[in-house]
């Protein structure tokens, strides 16, 4: 049995996992967390599958939701370069949060909306537009952005993205004019990734456009229980009375300190503002320099969508 779908997508460290979390307590829904990531579906052999690819076909991609919305998968191997200690032994016996997922899901008897929750997906995007996929793009400052990889330490996979993607699609002066100079730091990473995915949203048909949710958490931060309503009007459902009481937590809890620590990936008790202002403290003046000729007017077209 197929049922509703629902995408949520965006650059790594836009804010996708508790957007779907949130969007995952609307009754009937169930989430699959990233299955196309590096311990997802087996299906996918390289980071960020970008449709019309060698290897990756538009009816591929359509076989793969098809499969989401049953659902019906094969997993790979569960433990990652990257997991070590306790975290490898938990990986191997229980799974990632991937298969974890996948397993819940299995077992919830009432599927009636699938939560596709998948940084991975965002090249997708312009494909799913009129398939009857609702795909959701987080979209995060280019400043805050740059600034969540620098604080974790992370350097994007752009280098290896960037060349399949020209392959397929053509390049962009913009990312190769910058990519020897910035593209093995942590924010230079960030911020030429953010330009890639971004410039994909943007280039595509307005019909096509008009039909994905852009959910800037920069608005959200001015009114985030708002935003949020306006978000599950936009796709239909109602606004639950269990996202509110997670939302109204957070908001209760807005004094705590506006840095995470370096090492934290999720915090689920961050408002919407905290997370987009705490570049402010992280990035100095020549990386926000270069973080605005980059994406300066990328970021004010988007705003103005």
Known sequence: ??????????????????????????????????????????????RFPIPGEPGFSKQQLSDFVGDLQIPRLRFKSQRRDDHKGLSGWAARILGTRSLMTYRRARWTRDRKLLIWKDPHAIFCVPALARSGVQAVVSIRSPQAHAASFKRLGWVSSLDEIYWRYRDSFGGSSMIEHWMDRIGDTPWGSATLLWHLVHTTIVQMPDADLKSTILFNLERAAADEIEAYEDLFQSLGHEFPFEARQRLESRLAKKEQANVPAAGKVHDFERTAYQANSYWRDLLNEKELQIINEINANLWSRLKEL
């Open 1 to 46: 049995m197929t049922c509703e779908a629902i995408l949520v997508t965006g650059a790594p460290r836009s804010g996708t996992t508790p957007l779907g979390n949130l969007l995952s307590t609307i009754p009937g829904a169930f989430e699959l967390y990233e299955p196309m990531g590096p311990t997802g579906d087996r299906r996918f052999t390289t």
